[in-house]
């Protein structure tokens, strides 16, 4: 399948040489970190020439292109990934391990590029190796933050926030392309003067504030395929580096601020999920990679084609949500005041290479912009903005004669705000949500009155992952396993995995199967050992929760649960229960009080539960610490239960979910998002389902929610536990330390509906599903059976085929073909 040789003795010695040059030491002399960047570098070598090979054919075919443009890319570690996608990791492994040298140890060295928050972030990687992996011609767009996503540490049960220097021993894989360097300028004015030659309004900015965007390119390998595409990420330098004579001429601050802004502007990533906290330097952050990013496709463009008019035959932008929608203004601007298009053609051509996609209808998230600070940061892109609303507008009163209900709605300029949302909509030819439920909520719900008026745009996407990094090098044990069986063309190919169907109904297959999760399971009992101080009992039931902390998630749910049958286990000490560890992984933006008590209370509950010794260690509880992409492999491999239960409706699809079921873990989960497609696959049989529909929650937000009260005080269990939450039982005696999460449940004080995301609505049934959980789980064959039917059924959730959807419906792109390098 591959064309990779591997010279083992060649690799061996460029290792060696790398230590040697790069640090002046022997490999005998290498500190682990000496070693991982020299072992880098040594697999750095096979890609680069794949990588020129790659261009030189984008260089000659001029394939039609994806930009995906988005603010994050939560990418993980890329050593073993590389390694796995250059069909080497056992050659490279064995290489290594005749020097002595563990290659799993170095591969822990390598920080993770946590350049995003989560879901969005992660698919956004995901994206970028199928494409690859499929031979499609992309470069994903983003920013060099210099600190990604924050270090979580949890000290005295509270979360504690570390700065994540990811860079601080530099990153082995990244390429510096100085010669691509464009800039971006913010703020300033504006003057319109007339060009009597070409008879054209030009617009002037005078004034502004610039910054220089450096790229810094990233190698993104395909899988056995030769195809390396690229994650170009932006850096930023002052344009005039500091000068000391400006002070006579008075541009001394402005020399400054020049520095500083292109400091601050790449310095951190919002650490916000779902939410959307309308700073200043975010809209910056936005216009800066964007801009760039713009400039660089239009000159690559230009380098082999002549009429810019014709751009939507080779470019796609697709706007990873609305974080890069400013992008349509921008390219707006550019084709008409650099390239001299009229409005009308720049529009037909903007119209046509920009899509966007939706991830999520929580109204927190939606972004606007306050009008005033748009237009100050970008005048010039603010009146094209204007420009658009205005005639969008017009098109809205033709098509709703005296309608102005929808023109309040729908306006992109409205209310003092930029609508980012609206903007994409009408600049993009899709949109498109990622599940069915989500987008059939976009379209009739959320976005109602844009799929009224242009129906044709909208589509669904449903997610997917990479099983090359969530199987093959997340759970080598079961990767090798499903090999033997069926072969390795899943790898290539999800589809496949149905053929593991058969193998349910097989004793001794399910006896491997469950062997094989066992073995997962002391792995990640050894890594909870020693990153938590936490003995666990790998043959308890993994019971697993990680994603990020968000009420709509409902870790609160699960918590409470927790503690209710705990009070039941110290009430009745002859029931029998099922050994349990209740794991728990996440992390909380920094601002999110709720969220960063409900880690304290998660916390508090292990700390209680776990050290009474009454209860014989039936129940563990584990939070484990800095939840992120290299440690998530680890725990889905290990997972027996998957938690998926956000509250109906609010979960646009989750990709967490599909990551629990390649690796054999049945869905504890509601119908919402992809679990609804989960079920689909797998057979309601396999999985555990509870709760509120979303046609429910959304029939219940509509009439003003439900009263919890009236479940609090008929049920005395569920009361006792809220109870616990106010009476010091997990607090030491303090009861003021839960009571904001207390109210949040029955709303004796808060602002907000009591109990918005139905937890005391949806607790007894989400009891009851952990009953029949248990149940299944005592019948060792029947779960085998579920566990291995998961893995087999979930071939429809890799992102290869989620790409090829987006290939046939949106961006239409064709494949190409990279030849080895025959130097090689
Ligand atoms: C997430 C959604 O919450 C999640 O359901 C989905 O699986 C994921 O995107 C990928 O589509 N959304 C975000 O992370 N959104 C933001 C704005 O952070
Ligand atoms: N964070 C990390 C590190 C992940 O690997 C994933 C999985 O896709 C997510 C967040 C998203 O999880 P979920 O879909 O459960 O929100």
């Known amino acids: ?13 460029e290792v060696k040489n790398n230590v040697k040059t790069l640090y002046r030491r022997t490999i005998d002399e290498a500190t682990p970190q000496q070693t991982f960047q020299a072992v880098s570098y040594a697999v750095k070598e096979y890609i680069i020439d794949n990588w020129l090979a790659t261009q030189e054919v984008y260089e000659k075919e001029s394939p039609k292109t994806v930009y995906y443009l988005s603010m994050e890319f939560l990418m993980g570690r890329a050593l073993g990934n590389n390694l796995i996608n250059l069909t080497a990791y056992q050659d490279v492994k064995e290489a290594l391990e005749e020097m002595g040298i563990d290659l799993n140890a170095v591969e822990d060295q390598e920080p993770d590029a946590a350049l995003g928050n989560g879901g969005l972030g992660r698919l956004a990687a995901c994206f970028l190796d199928s494409l690859t992996s499929l031979g499609y011609p992309a470069y994903g767009c983003g920013i060099r933050y210099h600190y990604g996503m924050f270090k979580q540490k949890i000290k005295n049960g509270y979360q504690v926030e570390t700065p994540d220097n990811w860079l601080k021993n530099g990153n082995p894989f990244e390429v510096r392309r100085d010669e691509y360097a464009k800039e971006v300028r913010f703020g300033g004015t504006i003057r319109m003067q007339h060009n009597y030659e070409t008879g054209r309004d030009e617009f002037i900015q005078e004034n502004f504030e610039s910054v220089l965007a450096i790229p810094y390119d990233m190698p993104i390998v395909g899988y056995g395929n030769n195809v390396v595409n690229t994650l170009r990420i932006w850096d930023a330098k002052a344009i005039t580096s500091f000068r000391l004579d400006s002070f006579d001429r008075g541009e001394y601050h402005k020399a400054v601020e020049q520095e500083n802004l292109a400091k601050t502007i790449v310095e951190v990533l919002y650490p916000n999920d779902n939410h ?32 810019i008019r014709r751009l939507h035959e080779k470019v796609i932008f697709q706007m990873n949500d609305t974080h890069p929608t400013v992008a349509v203004a921008e390219l707006m601007r550019l084709l008409m005041d650099e390239e001299g298009l009229s409005w009308d053609d720049a529009w037909n051509v903007t119209t046509k290479c920009c899509a966007y996609t939706n991830h999520t209808i929580m109204s927190e998230a939606l972004e606007k912009w306050p009008i005033d600070l748009f237009s100050r940061l970008l005048p010039r892109v603010y009146q094209i903005v204007e420009e658009i609303n205005r005639r969008f507008v017009e098109k809205v009163r033709q098509m709703y004669p005296g309608n102005e209900e929808k023109v309040r709605k729908m306006a992109i300029l409205y209310d003092g705000q930029v609508k980012m949302a609206h903007l994409a ?48 090098h997340g759970n080598p044990l079961l990767a090798d396993w499903v090999t033997k069986h069926i072969g390795d063309k899943w790898i290539t190919d999800l589809s496949e995995m149905a053929k593991l169907k058969p193998l349910a109904d097989d004793p001794k297959a399910r006896k491997e199967f469950m062997e094989i999760k066992y073995q997962n399971k002391i792995r990640l009992a050894k890594y909870i050992k020693e990153h938590n101080g936490i003995e666990v009992d790998p043959e308890s039931i993994f019971d697993v929760q990680v994603k990020r902390l968000h009420e709509y998630k409902r870790q609160l749910l699960n918590i409470l649960h927790v503690m ?53 260690g039936k129940i563990k509880v584990v939070f484990i610490e800095d939840y992120r992409v290299s440690n998530a492999e680890l725990i889905f491999a ?41 079920v689909d696959e797998v057979g309601m049989e396999n999985a555990f389902i509870f709760g509120l529909s979303s046609d429910e929650v959304i029939n219940y937000e509509n009439n003003g929610g439900y009263q919890p009260m009236d479940i609090y005080n008929s049920d005395w269990e569920l009361k006792r536990v809220v109870d616990q939450l106010v009476d010091g039982t997990y607090a030491n005696g303090d009861h003021e330390l839960y009571r904001d999460l ?21 607790f007894r049934s989400y009891a009851e599903a952990q009953k029949r959980v248990e149940a299944a789980y005592r019948d060792q064959d029947r779960w085998a059976k579920m566990a291995l039917l998961n893995t087999a059924s979930c071939g429809k959730f890799t992102s290869d085929r989620t790409i090829e959807e987006y290939v046939a419906d949106i961006w239409k792109l064709k494949k190409v073909t990279v030849k080895p390098d025959p130097r090689l």
């Open 1 to 13: 399948m591959s064309d990779f040789k591997f010279d083992k003795e060649a690799f061996k010695k």
């Open 276 to 307: 959307y906290a309308g700073k200043e330097l975010r809209l910056k952050q936005q216009y800066f990679f964007i801009s760039a990013s713009l400039q660089e496709a239009i000159d690559k463009y230009k380098r082999s084609n002549d009429d």
């Open 425 to 472: 909509i009408v600049a993009g030819f899709s949109v498109n949500g990622v599940a069915k439920l989500h987008t059939e909520i976009l379209k009739h719900e959320e976005l109602k009155d844009f799929y009224e008026m242009m129906p044709e745009k909208f589509n669904n996407k449903t997610n997917g992952i990479t099983q090359r990094r969530f199987l093959l």
């Open 564 to 616: 209710y049958l705990y009070n039941q286990m110290k009430e009745h000490p002859e029931i029998t229960f099922y050994p349990r560890t209740f794991i728990f992984g996440a992390k909380a933006a920094a601002g999110y009080k709720r969220a960063k008590q409900t880690i304290k209370l998660i916390n508090s509950v292990a700390d209680v539960i776990n050290n009474d010794r009454s209860i014989n």
């Open 638 to 678: 290990a997972a027996d239960v998957s938690e998926q239960i956000s509250t109906a409706s609010k979960e646009a699809s989750g990709t967490g979910n599909m990551k629990f079921m390649l690796n054999g873990a049945p869905t504890l989960g509601t119908m919402d998002g992809a679990n609804v497609e989960i």
């Open 742 to 762: 207390y109210n949040s449940l029955l709303n004796t004080k808060s602002s907000d509906r009591a109990d918005t995301y139905f937890i005391l609505k949806d």
